[in-house]
């Protein structure tokens, strides 16, 4: 079972996108921001990191920044989840090097089709 560490401040989100990832057979480490999701990465080591940007105590560039400064997380794919529609944004993230970006509100489909991506599936 594939575990994914999703940092997301937003409840709703969250916990609709935990239940979302459970049901497709996912284990879901839920944060509720930057400073916990930096916690629960070098602790669980996850497959894969889906994180929200604008969050506070570390925002995801940050985090994304951190667990690419970190020979144990480094490997860890990092998919950007954001609210921010602008291209400079994703720009910005895919430029840091991350896996994926994807735009809130998301479909199902687009969620499970960038995450088997970004594991090789």
Not at 45 to 69: N, R
Not at 79 to 91: G, H, P, W
Request: glycine content about 6%.
């Amino acid at each position: 079972m594939r575990t994914v560490l999703l940092i997301e401040d937003n409840d709703d989100i969250r916990e609709n996108t935990s239940e979302l990832l459970e049901l497709e057979g996912y284990h879901v480490l839920p944060a509720t921001n930057g400073q916990t999701g930096l916690q629960f990465a070098r602790e669980h080591l996850p497959d894969v990191v889906l994180c929200d940007i604008m969050m506070p105590v570390a925002d995801g560039y940050e985090v994304f920044k951190q667990l690419k400064a970190e020979q144990a997380t480094s490997a860890i794919p990092f998919i950007f989840l954001t609210a921010n529609a602008e291209n400079k944004d994703m720009e910005t993230g895919m430029r840091l090097g991350a896996n994926g970006y994807i735009r809130k509100p998301f479909s199902a489909e687009e969620l499970l089709e960038t995450l088997a991506r970004c594991l090789g599936e």
